[in-house]
């Protein structure tokens, strides 16, 4: 390894022990991710179960899980179990647009003034 690569090294870890100073542009991209991490997990969370109920469903439906809990035709439950699923991942992306929304309209005058004080301030 040269001296210049070691020195690159020795830098890059520096770097990560060193205190970084709170710009304003940390504070953006902060309060950015203030606004979309609940509508993100929402939709994670919503999502994900929605996509498991549906899986239920079509389990009921084309395996014999069904008989082992005692369902003599499952394929009415498991029908009605899918679409139940089905919708939930149908509504899910409509709900997490209308929290971003909601989220967005709520902080916009913060974020405005924080990035016109950025764009100033260049």
């Known amino acids: 390894m040269n001296r210049n690569d070691q020195e690159f090294l020795v830098e890059k870890i520096r770097t990560q022990y060193t205190e970084k100073g709170h710009t304003q542009l940390e504070a953006l991209k902060g309060l950015d991710a203030k606004v979309k991490r609940p509508?993100?997990?929402?939709?994670?969370?919503?999502?994900?179960?929605?996509?498991?109920?549906?899986g239920s469903?079509?389990?009921l439906i084309?395996?014999?899980?069904?008989?082992?809990v005692g369902i003599q035709n499952p394929m009415?439950?498991?029908i009605t179990v899918g679409i139940v699923g089905m919708l939930m991942a149908i509504v899910n992306y409509p709900v997490y647009k209308r929290i971003l929304v909601?989220?967005?309209r709520k902080y916009a005058d913060q974020v405005m003034e924080l990035s016109e004080r950025i764009m100033s301030s260049h």
């Open 39 to 54: 509508a993100n997990a929402f939709a994670y969370i919503f999502g994900g179960i929605g996509a498991i109920i549906m």
């Open 62 to 68: 084309m395996t014999d899980i069904g008989d082992s």
């Open 76 to 78: 009415t439950p498991g």
């Open 102 to 104: 909601s989220r967005r």
């Open 57 to 59: 469903g079509m389990s």
